[in-house]
């Protein structure tokens, strides 16, 4: 990947509690002074505009792709017909990034913290991934890799994150 931002992906079974822990760690990242980015991996088609907005109206009428652009924020819709490849989204839409966080993407070989709950699943999604960096959750699932319980401050749990994520190479 060529972009020089730091890039963690959070993994874990559906209702783990991913989405609580990535908002926790934004904040904290946010009060940090970072510029985040998120991108969340869907196995589903999404829609991402509003019934009877312009942009609506354009995509409806068959528009490829549909920019919506105002001086607070950018929005892009885009029919695919592959899924874009993690790196191609990073260098072109979040180059300018200081840390991107990624939901998902758990078979990509980039940094991962994972989220376990021993009320969702047993296993870990990303039992003996090398790149696997931490555990998060209700209960340590005895691993050799440092383990964090949820209900950690977040503050703590963001200076280990950031002491050992180093910059894509």
């Given at each position: 990947m060529k972009s020089?931002?730091?890039?963690?992906?959070?993994v874990g079974r559906s209702n783990s509690g991913k989405t609580t822990?990535?908002?926790k760690l934004i904040k904290e990242l946010k009060l940090r002074g970072y510029r985040v980015a998120t991108i969340k991996h869907s196995h589903h088609s999404?829609?991402?505009?509003?019934e009877g907005k312009?942009?609506?109206?354009?995509?409806?009428?068959g528009a490829d792709a549909v920019a919506v652009v105002s001086r607070a924020t950018m929005g892009i819709i885009r029919r695919t017909t592959n899924e874009f490849p993690?790196?191609?989204?990073i260098n072109t839409y979040l180059q300018d990034?200081?840390?991107?966080?990624?939901?998902?993407?758990k078979t990509e070989a980039i940094l991962k913290v994972e989220?376990?709950?021993?009320?969702?699943s047993t296993e870990l999604v990303c039992k003996g991934d090398k790149n696997l960096l931490a555990v998060i959750g209700d209960k340590n699932p005895e691993i050799s890799i440092p383990f964090f319980h949820i209900d950690d401050n977040?503050?703590?749990?963001?200076?280990?994150?950031?002491?050992n994520l180093k910059k894509p190479s």
């Amino acid at each position: 990947m060529k972009s020089e931002a730091l890039i963690l992906s959070i993994v874990g079974r559906s209702n783990s509690g991913k989405t609580t822990f990535m908002v926790k760690l934004i904040k904290e990242l946010k009060l940090r002074g970072y510029r985040v980015a998120t991108i969340k991996h869907s196995h589903h088609s999404l829609e991402l505009d509003t019934e009877g907005k312009d942009s609506w109206w354009h995509t409806q009428a068959g528009a490829d792709a549909v920019a919506v652009v105002s001086r607070a924020t950018m929005g892009i819709i885009r029919r695919t017909t592959n899924e874009f490849p993690l790196p191609e989204i990073i260098n072109t839409y979040l180059q300018d990034m200081d840390i991107i966080l990624v939901e998902g993407y758990k078979t990509e070989a980039i940094l991962k913290v994972e989220v376990f709950r021993t009320e969702v699943s047993t296993e870990l999604v990303c039992k003996g991934d090398k790149n696997l960096l931490a555990v998060i959750g209700d209960k340590n699932p005895e691993i050799s890799i440092p383990f964090f319980h949820i209900d950690d401050n977040v503050s703590s749990i963001t200076d280990f994150l950031l002491s050992n994520l180093k910059k894509p190479s």
